[in-house]
């Protein structure tokens, strides 16, 4: 797994619930560290022995737990600089639902080594709703992207229905509902960004 998978983890955990119950994770999930870095690779297995150990931590399953990380990628202020890629995709909710299908090879320009399921977008009959398709590499990948899609549609004032459908093995679906596009007002966003913001 991907250094900055794992760093993206540890900092949500950190950041939402505190340094002390990272350290219980650590201690529970006998990492041997103390903390990840971004641009090493570690064993699949330290991803998934955090997730127990937070799950149990926290008294959480591990599906909540991933929502709730989508949900920090987009919204926590450390992280401002993945909303700001994240809204490039497009100026409405459903200009950004479209821009998903070049997700993975985006992040391969910045990060060739890093691994991201294909997003896959498909149009249903019914008008506004949509299904977006995630496959492999990782279990849950679909939990986080349907975290990251509910505060995304709140960054652009959509009112939104969201489902998971897992599937097999690496494998799921999210359905998505587009009730209202122009809801309410959203997050403010500008393409030129704050002066001295680093994307």
């Given at each position: 797994m991907h250094g900055l998978i794992n760093r993206s983890l540890e900092c949500f955990l950190s950041d939402t619930y505190g340094n002390d119950v990272w350290h219980d994770v650590v201690n529970g999930a006998n990492l041997g560290i103390d903390k990840f870095e971004s641009m090493?690779?570690?064993d699949d297995s330290l991803t998934y022995a955090v997730l127990d150990a937070a799950a149990d931590r926290l008294s959480k399953s591990q599906a909540t737990l991933l929502e709730d990380l989508g949900t920090y990628l987009v919204s926590h202020p450390r992280v401002e600089s993945l909303r700001r890629l994240l809204?490039?995709?497009?100026?409405?909710?459903?200009?950004?639902?479209?821009?998903?299908?070049?997700?993975q090879d985006r992040a391969k320009l910045a990060l060739p080594e890093l691994k991201l399921p294909r997003l896959t977008?498909?149009?249903?009959?019914?008008?506004g709703q949509y299904k977006l398709s995630c496959r492999g590499p990782y279990k849950g990948f679909g939990r986080v992207m349907l975290g990251l899609l509910r505060a995304m549609a709140d960054d652009y004032g959509a009112l939104v229905v969201l489902e998971d459908q897992e599937s097999d093995q690496g494998n799921e679906d999210i359905s998505i509902t587009l009730v209202e596009s122009?809801?309410?007002?959203?997050r403010a966003f500008s393409l030129?960004?704050?002066?001295g913001a680093q994307i």
């Open positions: 090493l690779e570690y809204r490039f995709g497009g100026g409405s909710f459903i200009e950004f639902l479209h821009s998903l299908d070049d997700l977008l498909i149009d249903c009959e019914n008008a122009e809801f309410s007002d959203g030129a960004g704050p002066i």
